[in-house]
Every structure is written in C-alpha cells, then in structure tokens.
C-alpha cells in the first residue's frame, strides 16, 4: 500500500482541484448571464454526463465487465425509479438484488 | 435553518431527506470498501469531508488499491470532478455573494444541483440547495466513518451489493429527467459512447466525451416543455 504522505497528497490535490471546479463555474456564471436556451443545454449536459457515470458504475469495474449482477440490481433499481418508487427503496432493492444473485452464485 | 423548513415543508424537504439517507448508505460503503482495500481507517472520512464527491473518491480509492499512484488517482477523479464546472454555470445564483458563495461552492455535488435545478421558483431552489448540500456534507463523510469501522468486521462487501448503489443513486435522480424522449436519447447515447470509449481511455475521461451526445437533446424544445413541477425529483 501506498506511504501515508503521498497518499494525502494524491487526497489534497484531488480536494483542491475539486473546489477549484466547483468555484469556477460558480464564479464564470456569476459575471456572464446566459440566455435560457443555453442554461437549458447546461442542464442537459448535466444529466447526459450523469447518465454516462451511471451507465459506466453499473457495467464497468476497471476497464472490464464486472459480472452480470452489479447491473441487474442498478436495473431493478433504474426500474423502480421509473415506476416512481421512493428514493430510498429504490436504491436498498438495488444492494438486495444484487446480493441475492451473488447468494445464489451469480458473479 | 428554520426559513429552509419553512420554503421546503413538505414533500420537497422529505425527498431530500431521503437522498441523504441513500447517500449515508452509499458512505457507508465506501468506508468498508475502502478500507477493506486497504486505506487507513481516517482516509475514507477525511477524503469524504475535503473532496466531497462520491464517484472521484470510489475511484481513487478503486486505483490505489489497484496498486496505482495516488497522482495517477488524483487526476482521474478530477477527471470525473470537471462535471461540476457545468453545474456551476447550470445554476442560477443559489448562495448569493462573499463567505456564502465560497462555502456554497463547496457544497455543490450531484444531488444538491438536481434537487436545486427541479424546484419552481428561485426561493425554494435556494432552500433546497443548501439544505441538500449541507444534509449530504454531513452524511457522506459520517457514512464513511462508520463504514471503515464496520469495514473490519465485514469481510466481503461485494455480497451485499453495495457496489450496485453508487449508480442506482445517480439512476434515480436523472429518471426524472429522462422522462422527456429527446433527453432520454441524449442520455442513452451519451452512456453508450462513454461505455465504448471507457476501455481505450483513462477514467474520467469517457464522462466528458459523453457530453457529444448532447446535441440529441434539443429535440424537446420544438414541443412545449412538462411543467416544471411534473419534472420534480422522487
């Protein structure tokens, strides 16, 4: 395992640099008003990219597959929502499906 | 505190409630993964309070374990992290100016943007940005502590299926979006290209290309827009 030193440094820039992307785009909105076709399209770009951190967790572990079960409870999980099932409910039956076909020797 | 109660009483206020629950959860198991990959018990916490940003801090913890550097893994979260340049620019003015924007700033991550984005007027997404903000700035780094003690005494976390949260969390709050056929394509073409270029590229970086799809979503403009109140977070 990494030494404790290097390891708060990785820790602190990543802190840093986070902070920094997060009052960027705080700070460039605050001087330049954007026309609602536009903040319309930022919202959209918001959500295409969340789509894509969901879709990539779900099916990706590293740079393989990591097993058919991860992905089945996100689906049962992404169903539920769908069908307008409370938050909570939602993500609790996507940790159980998943265990569950682990328990029955589903990778 | 109280002025949020009152802007949000009701089922805005409970679903943020929720989410936080959920993130408390997701912390949980990002303790127990983390130190059961073996980080220090004070990493998962401590990473969780200064970073705040669930998908960059599995990463980092998912590459160090992996025997990476953790510059290698400090960039790949920042990779992740860019997303929140388009959050910043995506909403109105929820802190206002000074020591509010700064800390505010901080507390921007992706449910408080969501919750903030789907209210109706600019009163009750103040309110529910801050509240959501400060709700998970508690919960995710106190799930994260009480994860890596319990990290010990659990040995496999995967049987539980915690790793299936992280994403169901972010599923159920873009579903409401996704209601609408232009932005469901833009999101589904936007994971497809991210899960093709995902084995060719450094995390991170196919989050970004995603964004390509983007031009698919400007099909709902020609039609009138749901109200804004049927688009509302679960």
Redesign the interface.
């Known amino acids: ?2 030494a ?1 030193p ?2 708060a ?7 840093a ?3 920094g ?10 001087r330049v008003s ?1 026309p609602p ?1 536009a ?22 572990q ?2 393989g597959f ?1 097993g058919p ?2 992905p089945a ?2 689906l049962a ?2 169903l539920l ?2 069908r ?5 409910v ?14 029955a020797g589903v990778r | 505190m109280s002025s949020i109660y009152r802007t949000l009483a009701g089922p805005p206020l409970r679903h943020i409630g929720f989410a936080c629950l959920a993130v408390w959860l997701v912390g949980v198991s990002y303790g127990a993964v983390a130190v059961a990959s073996g980080l220090p018990a004070w990493f998962p916490a401590v990473q969780g309070a200064l970073v705040l940003a669930g998908a960059s801090e599995f990463l980092f913890v998912g590459i160090v374990a992996a025997g990476g550097s953790p510059v290698t893994a400090a960039l790949a979260g920042l990779l992740v992290n860019a997303r929140h340049v388009p959050y910043g620019l995506a909403l109105p003015d929820v802190t206002g100016p000074g020591w509010r924007r700064l800390l505010g700033a901080h507390l921007m991550n992706d449910e408080s943007v969501l919750f903030a984005l789907a209210q109706d007027d600019p009163a009750r997404g103040r309110a529910a940005y801050w509240a959501c903000g400060a709700g998970i700035a508690a919960c995710w780094p106190g799930g994260a502590l009480l994860g890596a003690e319990l990290g010990g005494l659990v040995p496999d976390t995967a049987a539980f299926g915690l790793d299936a949260m992280f994403p169901a969390v972010i599923l159920a709050l873009i579903v409401p979006a996704l209601r609408g056929r232009a932005a469901r394509r833009a999101a589904l073409a936007g994971a497809a290209i991210a899960l093709a270029a995902a084995p060719f590229l450094p995390a991170g970086l196919p989050l970004l290309l995603a964004a390509l799809a983007l031009p698919l979503a400007s099909g709902d403009r020609a039609a009138p827009r749901a109200p804004r109140s049927q688009r509302s977070l679960p």
């Open positions: 395992m990494t404790g290097l390891l440094a990785g820790m602190a820039t990543l802190a640099g986070t902070y992307f997060r009052l960027s785009g705080r700070l460039l909105r605050a954007f076709p903040q319309r399209l930022l919202e959209d770009a918001a959500v295409v990219v969340l789509a894509a951190l969901a879709a990539t967790t779900a099916l990706l590293g740079h990591p079960a991860r409870g996100v999980g992404g929502a769908w307008r099932a409370p938050f909570l939602v993500v609790l039956a996507a940790a159980a499906t998943t265990a569950l076909l682990r328990l």
